[in-house]
């Protein structure tokens, strides 16, 4: 009984850490503003992007190598994405305010990704150019 408890408490905290960890992650990529290059090839067209855009943004992520180790934000940010639709799908019939906050947090996973791919778009127009040069 006591192991179980300590399971779960354990479990409840590390979920905490985890949800923390992918906020801070959307609230770090807020600050940065996507290149109209990438808002074209992306079809961007607001500032705010919605949730079901993640999927999309995330297979073109798989098309750009990575420029640097932001594979494994994007997998916590995944993660965190399948999370809040799991959270959706239980919570939010029963808390109907909570849809527009989950809403927002998976438009802010989108985000994300749009951002990472911003970033290796301009790396692999660096790598070109480069390469062009020499």
């Given amino acids: 009984m006591i192991a179980g408890l300590i399971f779960v408490v ?11 960890y992918s906020r801070s992650i959307i609230t ?3 600050g940065h ?30 098309l750009c190598p990575e420029a640097n180790d932001d594979g494994f934000k994007v997998k916590v940010v995944g993660i965190y994405f399948h999370l809040l639709g799991f959270a959706r799908t239980f919570i939010g019939w029963a808390i109907p305010s909570a849809d527009t906050w989950i809403e927002t ?4 996973c989108a985000y994300v990704a749009a951002v990472v791919l911003d970033r ?3 790396h692999n127009r660096m790598m070109v150019a480069n390469l062009a040069s020499h």
Avoid: H, Y
Avoid at 105 to 108: A, F, S, V
């Fill in 10 to 20: 354990s479990s409840l905290t590390l979920l905490q850490f985890f949800v923390s």
């Fill in 28 to 30: 770090e990529s807020r």
């Fill in 33 to 62: 503003t996507l290149s109209e290059q990438a808002r074209e090839l992306c079809g961007i067209r607001s500032s705010l992007l919605a949730g079901e855009q993640f999927g999309r943004l995330n297979q073109l992520m798989a």
């Fill in 105 to 108: 947090e998976r438009g802010g």
């Fill in 120 to 122: 290796r778009i301009a």
